[in-house]
């Protein structure tokens, strides 16, 4: 059974886990950014400065693979406005690994299109609302809607999805578009494409911005109405729990985050440096951090109701979420309908 990203096996996790090994990497190439977007964890502009170096990236890179990585996850910023983009594709995919995207599409002209096609980079590309007042306001600005629709119609004609071509829509699942989901999901479905929708994790502007807030009931409501669209018109059979729709994230067993800055940290919520790559190597900051090993042990350390959840085997509810609403990254997750103390996702 796939549970993470819909590729990794319980065999393959557990190997890792008990190897002090990685299974995928997400990493910053830089956190510069044409869109302002209304959740954004990204928490101040100051932290564009003293970014990574190329070099610097590409040896993290190398790390990765030592560690077991096969897979790296390319997040922002925006990293199709990333100037060393196509070298870096270049750098990571002649080194045997595979390569996904998260973008906005700013930058994906379909001579890119082509290019990522080519390299078979896998695309996440984020699109929250197919209504154009909607997304934009959620982007913070005027024209994203015209701009990730014209990056979805290169990125077909560059022959994206095909067996060869992953690609997905990344969604927020935020007050102005949880009506038009449902509709959004059967769309991607009917287009072969992989829905990612997410709830916010509620850190950065999303604390901010409270008309964004969703409740936890609202969210078993459409994580089920999901659930039954994808068994009743697709034959895929999928348990409802946060943060992803149809997915399983587990990701502090087998990932970890390298910022922009050099920090490294379990994901984008957990937002906890445990080290820099330009004082310690990645493999040692990953065996000596209390923080992965206490994460990778969950079972054993999660506390209130997600340790006794019936779930509790393979599901540990959204640890940023956790994080950034008690300060406690093995708390139980305060947006999870299963969670009698839920609150708000914001």
């Known amino acids: 059974m796939q549970i993470y990203n819909l590729e990794f096996t319980r065999k393959e996790i557990k190997e890792a886990v ?3 090994r990685l299974l995928s990497m997400e990493i910053e190439f830089s956190r510069r950014c044409n869109f302002r977007c209304s959740y954004c964890y990204v928490p ?3 932290e564009l400065a003293d970014e990574l170096s190329q070099a610097e990236l590409q040896d993290a890179i190398l790390q990765a693979k030592a560690l077991g990585a096969g897979k790296i996850i390319i997040l922002g910023g925006e990293p199709s406005i990333y100037p060393h983009l196509v070298e870096m594709i270049n750098f990571i995919k002649d080194e045997g690994l595979d390569v996904e995207m998260f973008t906005n599409g700013s930058g994906v002209t379909l001579e890119l299109a082509r290019f990522l096609a080519a390299k078979k980079v896998r695309v996440v590309l984020k699109q929250n609302s197919r209504e154009q007042d909607i997304q934009d306001r ?3 600005k005027n024209g ?3 701009i990730i629709r014209q990056a979805l119609n290169n990125l077909q004609q560059a022959g994206y999805p095909s067996s060869e071509a992953f690609l ?6 935020c007050q102005q578009n ?6 959004m999901w059967q769309w991607l479905r009917e287009e072969n494409i992989e829905p990612y929708f997410e709830i916010i994790t509620p850190q950065g502007k999303a604390r901010q911005n409270q008309w964004l807030e969703v409740g936890a009931e609202e969210l078993k409501l459409l994580f089920t109405r999901l659930a039954e669209l994808d068994r009743e018109l697709y034959g895929r059979h999928w348990e409802p729990q946060p943060p ?11 990932s970890c985050l390298i910022t922009a800055n050099g920090d490294v940290m379990p994901c984008v919520g957990v937002t906890i440096s445990i080290g820099n790559i330009r004082q310690k190597k990645l493999a040692d ?6 923080v992965i090993n206490n994460l990778k042990n969950y079972r054993q350390m999660i506390k209130g109701q997600c340790r006794s959840c019936e779930k509790a085997e393979e599901c540990y509810g959204c640890r940023g979420a956790a994080f950034q609403l008690t300060g406690d990254y093995l708390a139980s997750d305060p947006t999870c309908w299963r969670n009698a103390s839920s609150v708000n996702t914001i």
């Open 18 to 20: 008990a190897g002090n």
């Open 44 to 46: 101040s502009r100051k």
């Open 138 to 140: 959620l982007a913070g």
């Open 144 to 146: 994203a809607w015209r």
């Open 168 to 173: 997905a829509i990344s969604t927020i699942i």
């Open 178 to 183: 949880i009506e038009e989901l449902p509709e």
């Open 244 to 254: 992803l729709a149809g997915n399983k994230c587990m990701r502090h067993q087998v």
């Open 285 to 290: 900051i990953i065996k000596n951090s209390e």
